[in-house]
Structures are given as structure tokens and as C-alpha cells.
């Protein structure tokens, strides 16, 4: 386990980190320029474009901290180099410790077993690496042609994405906070707490137009819920 | 709030040379450089295997790597097509780009571009939603990769400055980001909400393969938000 984790964390993984890296950080910022020389000409003034990137930014905060948090468990088995690698890019620790899991058990081993040597990690790396790209293939591929088909669809009838891009948004996120509450009481209280903040905080911001307060209103709502259910579990 | 009109195929025409550029100009842009960094990526996903297995000679033998990929693809492959087909219709075509590069889509991505949007007042599915939600989505990118490259570096130094109690309460940081984006459109279409909600608890509860739920879910409000549209004909909000 040692030696996987000497030569996991050697230079050469270093620089394929770093490259990665600077792949995700230069595409962030080509995407900041065009998106950013788009905006006049459709109508949004510079100052809505700096109040877009602001609260990209504040509401960015609660999330990455979040998984700054799970990060640790993979440095454990990965390594650093690696854990950036995958985190940096397409994957969640929770998919990358079951890939991981996989790959050594595709081996005949267990992760953090002793018999988890160079070739075991070869194949989680392997796996690992590859597995990914499913969904960088899939998109690079095939979301001109997704972007066709919306096309259609907003000829056919300009209001319809509206209404299909706010039904998509709220089922997606009515499964996925159903999915949490039924974890457990607080994960319950957290889900309920962020909703209502949420909606009185966008409120009180509207009627009386803060818009600071807009641009704060995710992560506002996110120190409520997490105090509240917290706290829920001192009781 | 813009509205797509016929506007729309004179802007293709226009030359985009100065430091403007038109929607057209944006989704041909994002196309080249979403696809170029993506396929950058790819390719530097064969390294470090490559490397372990040829370079530092400690291949596992193929059987062993097929094995790995196959379980993989078992375990969680129907998503790689699933995902970006379910989430394209909020994310727009840049921020798919972004967001299947960088991650995290559900529990950032998506949260990052609506409140981005919500915060200029830009209605979903418009041009100016689009452009919001891009710019909203790059920069989480953006900082996520800054935070976690502090952390991996300073050896989770920075998490142990966080005070232990704050990273307890971290454990709820999922429900609480998924609550607050549901309240945020919730307020704006309550009914459509409720909708969703109902939709969401009966199809996670549903004995279906729980890959697909969510797939099925965003199909199932969509169609059930439409039909409601269609019947309210006439005065659709």
C-alpha cells in the first residue's frame, strides 16, 4: 500500500494532474469571455453580467466546500494527484471510491486490503480514467445535435422552452431533494429550511429590490439550512 | 426578459470580429471550444493509465482492465448517455459543455447557473437565461477547482482550520443545496412545484431501477407541466 502510494503521488501523476487542471481552468475562462462579449448583444448590460458571475461565485461557495469535504476519504486511497484529477473533472467521490472499488475487485483484490499492490491500482486507474470519458464522449459527440432538437422545438413554439427548461429543473430537483429527505429527520429539516428561506428571502429581495440580496439568496439559504439541521442533531 | 424572434436569423449573418458576438456567434463558439476541450480531456484520460501500465510496467493484464470497465459500465454506464440528454434542456448547450468537463452537476452546476439567472431576472430557456446561466456555471467551475486544488495541496490543511462543528453540519450541504434551488422555482410556479414534488416522492418510492428515476421524473413533470399548459390554452404563464 506504501509503495502504490509513493508511486501515486510521484512527479509524473503530478503532471498529468496539472495538465488536467489547466484544461478545466482554461475552459471556465474561454467560456467567462465568450459568454461575457455575448451579452451586450442580447440584451443584458454589464452590469447584469457581473452580477451573473457574482452570484456564480457566491452560490459556488456552500457546494465546493461541500466536496472539499469528501475529498479526503479519496486522497486516502488515491493519492493526491489522482483525486484532483478526478474530482477536477466529470465524477463525484461517491462514484470514484465505487470505481475504485470496482477496479480492484476486476483485479481479484480489495481496496486498502494488503494485498492491494501496483498492478491492482493500475486497474482502478484504468478504470477509473476510462470510465469517465462515458459521459466526455457522449457530450463532445452529441450536444450539437441536442442543441438541434432544441432548435425545433423553440421554431415550433418560443414559449415551450421556458416551460420545458422550469418543469425539467424542478423534477430533476424534486427527485434529488426527495432522495435526501428520506434519509433522515434532519436531512428533512435541511431540504425544508433552504426551500422556505429561499423563497422568503427571494421575496423580501424582489418587494424591495435588493439585489445584492438575490445575488446571496442560495447561500444565504444554505448557512440557515445547514445551522438548523444541524442543530437538529444535538437534540 | 429577450424574446426569440425572427431577429434571430438576421444575427447569423452578422460577421463577429469586434468584442461583441451574436447568440449564433455563442453556440458556434461553444461548440468548437466545449468540443475541443472535451476531447482534450479524453485524450489525457488515456495517460496516466497508459503510463502506469507500459511506461512503469505494471500492467494488470487486459482480462483484468476489461473486467474493471465492464463493472463500471454496469454499474453506472447508461448515465453517461442519460445525463447530458436529461439535463440539456437547463443547462443550454454551453453550460453542458462546462458541466460535463467539470462535474458536480446537481449539487453545483445546476444550483450555480439558476441562481445566476434569478439573480438578473432572466425567465429559463431564454437567450439571456442562457448567457447567465453559462457565466454562472464557469465561474463555480471555476472556484470548485481552486478550493479543491487548495485543499489536495495544503494536505486537507484548510478543511482542519474549519471548525469541526461547521463540517458536521457540511454532512447536510446536499439536502439543503437540492431544497433551496426546488424553493427558488417553486415561488415562481408553486402549482408546478407541488407537481414535481408528488411526482418526485412517488417515482423514488416507485419499484423502478433506480438509475433511470430521475430521467423518468424530469420526463414525467415535463409532461405533466405541458398537458397542464395545453389545457390552461390561451393564457399560458
Not at chain 1, 509503495?3 to 503530478?14: G, K, M
Not at chain 2, 449539487?107 to 445566476?116: D, G, H, T, V, W
Not at chain 2, 478543511?159 to 469541526?164: A, D, G, R, S
Not at chain 2, 423514488?204 to 405541458?226: D, E, G, H, Q
Request: charged share 10%; glycine share 10%; net charge positive.
Amino acid at each position: 500500500m506504501d509503495e502504490v502510494l509513493r508511486f501515486a503521488n510521484s512527479t509524473p501523476v503530478w503532471i498529468f494532474a496539472s495538465i488536467v487542471v489547466a484544461i478545466v481552468i482554461f475552459q471556465a475562462l474561454i467560456f467567462i469571455r465568450i459568454a461575457s462579449q455575448t451579452a451586450p448583444n442580447i440584451g443584458m448590460t454589464k452590469d447584469e453580467t457581473k452580477r451573473a458571475l457574482r452570484t456564480g461565485f457566491i452560490s459556488s461557495l456552500g457546494p465546493s466546500f461541500g466536496i472539499a469535504v469528501v475529498i479526503i476519504s479519496l486522497i486516502a486511497v488515491l493519492g493526491g494527484p489522482f483525486t484532483l484529477m478526478r474530482i477536477g473533472i466529470i465524477g463525484s467521490a461517491a462514484t470514484e471510491l465505487t470505481a475504485a472499488g470496482i477496479g480492484a475487485n476486476a483485479y481479484g483484490v480489495e481496496l486498502n486490503s494488503p494485498d492491494f499492490g501496483l498492478k491492482a491500482f493500475t486497474t482502478v486507474v484504468w478504470t477509473m480514467c476510462l470510465g469517465g470519458t462515458g459521459w466526455l464522449i457522449f457530450t463532445a459527440l452529441a450536444t450539437k445535435s441536442l442543441g438541434k432538437v432544441e432548435k425545433k422545438i423553440v421554431s415550433k413554439n418560443a414559449k415551450m422552452m421556458t416551460i420545458v427548461s422550469t418543469a425539467a429543473m424542478l423534477g430533476a430537483f424534486a427527485y434529488l431533494a426527495s432522495q435526501q429527505m428520506v434519509k433522515g429527520y434532519s436531512e428533512t429539516v435541511a431540504a425544508i429550511a433552504a426551500g422556505v428561506s429561499m423563497m422568503v428571502i427571494l421575496t423580501f429581495a424582489k418587494k424591495r429590490e435588493i439585489r445584492w440580496l438575490q445575488e446571496w439568496a442560495l447561500g444565504i439559504s444554505l448557512v440557515i439550512a445547514l445551522t438548523i439541521s444541524y442543530l437538529t442533531t444535538l437534540i | 426578459m429577450s424574446v426569440p424572434t425572427k431577429a434571430g436569423v438576421t444575427e447569423a449573418k452578422i460577421e463577429v470580429r469586434q468584442t461583441t458576438m451574436s447568440m449564433q456567434g455563442f453556440h458556434g463558439k461553444s461548440d468548437f471550444w466545449g468540443q475541443t476541450t472535451l476531447w482534450m480531456l479524453i485524450v489525457m484520460s488515456f495517460v496516466p493509465p497508459i503510463y502506469f501500465s507500459f511506461i512503469l510496467g505494471y500492467h494488470p493484464g487486459w482480462g483484468a482492465i476489461a473486467g474493471g470497465l465492464i463493472g463500471y459500465a454496469a454499474f453506472i454506464g447508461i448515465m453517461w448517455f442519460l445525463e447530458p440528454i436529461t439535463y440539456y434542456p437547463v443547462l443550454g448547450k454551453s453550460g453542458t459543455y462546462i458541466a460535463f468537463l467539470t462535474g458536480n452537476i446537481a449539487n453545483m452546476c445546476l444550483p450555480c447557473s439558476a441562481a445566476a439567472q434569478e439573480s438578473i431576472g432572466a425567465e429559463p430557456g431564454t437567450k439571456k437565461a442562457e448567457v447567465a446561466g453559462t457565466l454562472g456555471i464557469a465561474v463555480a467551475s471555476l472556484t470548485n477547482i481552486v478550493i479543491i486544488i487548495a485543499v489536495v495541496l495544503s494536505g486537507s490543511f484548510i478543511l482542519t482550520i474549519i471548525p469541526q462543528s461547521v463540517q458536521n453540519a457540511l454532512q447536510f450541504i446536499l439536502p439543503a443545496i437540492y431544497g433551496g434551488v426546488l424553493g427558488q422555482f417553486a415561488l415562481k410556479k408553486p402549482l408546478y412545484g407541488l407537481v414535481a414534488f408528488v411526482i418526485g416522492m412517488a417515482v423514488l418510492f416507485a419499484p423502478i431501477f433506480s438509475l433511470i428515476k430521475i430521467v423518468l421524473c424530469v420526463a414525467i413533470t415535463i409532461a405533466v407541466v405541458l398537458f397542464i399548459e395545453k389545457s390552461k390554452s390561451g393564457a399560458p404563464e
